[in-house]
């Protein structure tokens, strides 16, 4: 794994698992604070152009949906 994170210039951080899992929990409670990604270090293939939230559940709705 190091030598891939070598090859493509990307920072290898060696630490246990527990630090680790800590540093999640951290994030999972609002502790800290995930760092935001630059977006424009995201493939333009998996940028969406536009999504409409028409419901606030969490669930990107369509107009093919079934609703009951």
Known sequence: LKAICEK???PY???S???????TVDIMVGKKVMR???TQYEPAKDKVKTVTWKTTNGA????????A
């Open 13 to 15: 951080v060696q630490e």
């Open 60 to 67: 990107i709705d369509d107009d093919t949906s079934v609703t």
């Open 8 to 10: 493509y210039g990307v």
């Open 36 to 38: 935001p990604f630059p």
């Open 17 to 23: 698992v527990f630090e680790r899992l800590r540093k």
